[in-house]
């Protein structure tokens, strides 16, 4: 079953791992990937960003399809992965080992 | 060479000589009797910002605050008339907690009609009148009237929901704040209701992480690394200037000056930042708030990047120029510990276009905030050994010379007026 939108079939096999509605479940699974992985996504999204986010504006922003709202979470999931990715090249902010800064509250969606 | 002009004295320090320049003590941040007297002195007299009332929408919600470093419990709650009201949260029958959920330690909120005690059903309604007993006749001489819940002093000053654990507050809320602080009324908090909240427990003093983000000195080597390295290679180089502070009362104001990434060589921002607009100052695409109140942007900074307001004792909120702020707040659960909170508000998204750059936003916060909470344990165990006994202060920091010194003045007008342990207080 797909869970995207089926002009980015070419992200489905990030789905399943980085659709994730809420912070805490992206920053515990960005802590529990390899630098490899997040790269790899990274590199498979970045480009097609601008295509996505104007793929969704035809949508009202809370009246998204389900499949839409997959693509916003992997959106959300590409800006998490981005500070391993280009400032850290290690899934924690180096320096942090025994810090933490939990999210309890966002915007839905 | 100074980028931006200085008082006439000289410095920013120099232009609050009550201040001094002398080197300081942090005892006042690892003694556990300082902490018991700035418990009394500081937090039980205070107001103290527990909340907002867009987290109590109708008649009946209500959540908890818990307030360790004044030995409290509230419940905050909407009536029947719309007022919000604060109460201990101490069932007056035998003293159990009234609002909890599965941890008695853990914060609450809902909606309710009223009140029941979980061990022998005492029930108040939302203004705190006890109106129901089980079993009544089995009381002698009760009368009802008398065993409401426990006030507790509570105001609320645009949109911020303040307590007062003081019997007879010295001062009202209004008063507390000041000019400086109501001069941001218009302001439209009521209307910036998209919110990312989080949370820690942080191994440090409250007021050594106040410091953390009361001066921007550190910005440039801490997070050098949050930026790509042309950046950041030119940040450290040119070090860190506010353009203006202002000290009034109690509190404090540190405006910085704005910096236009969307006009930046690609080089000197990261990739992420471009795809979606938005970085640690904000979304790139400014959002029209309407006309500022007068206490925004108070000494007219062009281009202006943000204004962080430092309300004593232990609330900041920083308006930054692009149209969106931050919350901080700092409760102290003992002489090296506090709770952190940090909220971020925004106009609620209208595009995804919006939605996403706010994301990246509140991502990058976070980012800068583990980096900024994770120094604090390190400060905090070089301080506690003891070893060093005087530390420096540059005049970029002059606000933190000015918190501590600020607890200190209380600390000692609580003691003289004869409600404390009438011992010399030392900074």
Known sequence: MARLPAEFADLEPFAETWCLPTEPERYDQRLASTMTDMAAFYDAITPRAEAAMAYLEQHPLHDLPEDATNLLHLLYSMIMVSFPVEAWGQPRVPDTGSASFDCHIEPVP | ?427
């Open chain 2, 1 to 427: 060479m100074a980028r931006f002009p200085k008082p006439a004295e000289g410095s920013w320090t120099e232009h609050y000589p009550e201040l001094g320049t002398a080197p300081v003590s942090y005892d006042d941040s690892t003694s556990p009797d300082f902490y018991e007297r700035e418990r009394r002195a500081v937090f039980q007299r205070a107001w103290l910002n527990v909340g907002r009332v867009e987290q109590l929408p109708r008649t009946g919600s209500y959540f908890t605050k818990e307030v360790a470093v004044a030995n409290a419990s509230v419940i905050i709650v909407r009536g029947l008339d719309g007022e919000v009201r604060a109460f201990h949260n101490i069932c007056r029958h035998r003293g159990n907690k009234l609002a909890w959920n599965d941890y008695p330690r853990a914060e609450t909120h809902g909606v309710c009609r009223q009140f029941t005690c979980k061990y022998h059903g005492w029930r108040y309604d939302l203004e705190g009148a006890l109106t129901f007993v089980q079993q009544e006749s089995e009381f002698f001489d009760l009368d009802k009237s008398r065993y409401g819940l426990l006030p507790v002093r509570c105001d609320v000053w645009a949109g911020f929901i303040f307590v007062n654990f003081a019997a007879e507050p010295e001062q009202s809320l209004r008063e507390f704040l000041g000019p400086m602080i109501t001069d941001l009324e218009g302001y439209p908090f009521d209307r910036m209701t998209a919110r990312f909240g989080y949370r820690t427990n942080i191994a440090a003093n409250w007021k050594l992480f106040m410091d953390a983000f009361q001066e921007f000195y550190h910005a440039p080597v801490l997070h050098a690394k949050q930026s790509p390295e042309k950046y950041s290679t030119l940040a450290m180089q040119a070090g860190f200037e506010a353009p203006h502070y202002r000290i009034e009362g109690p509190h404090r104001l540190v405006s910085t000056s704005g910096v236009r990434f969307w006009e930046m060589d690609q080089e000197l921002v990261k990739p992420m930042e471009v795809v979606t607009r938005s970085g640690l100052f904000g979304p790139w695409d400014q959002v029209d708030l309407g006309e500022m109140p007068t206490g925004v942007n108070p000494a007219r900074c062009d281009p202006w990047g943000l204004d962080s307001f430092q309300l004593f004792p232990n609330f900041v909120v920083l308006l930054w120029s692009q149209g969106w702020y931050l919350t901080y707040h700092y409760w102290p659960t003992s002489p090296n510990t506090h709770v952190f909170e940090g909220n971020v508000y925004f106009l609620p998204a209208t595009t995804v276009r919006e939605r996403v750059a706010q994301e990246m936003a509140a991502v990058t916060f976070k980012e800068f905030a583990l980096q900024d909470a994770n120094t604090l344990e390190a400060t905090q165990i070089g301080i506690e050994s003891g070893y060093v006994q005087d530390f420096l202060l540059n005049d970029q920091e002059v606000l933190c010379r000015h918190l501590h010194k600020e607890v200190a003045d209380w600390i000692a007008d609580h003691e003289a007026q004869g409600d404390g342990a009438p011992v010399e207080v030392q900074r």
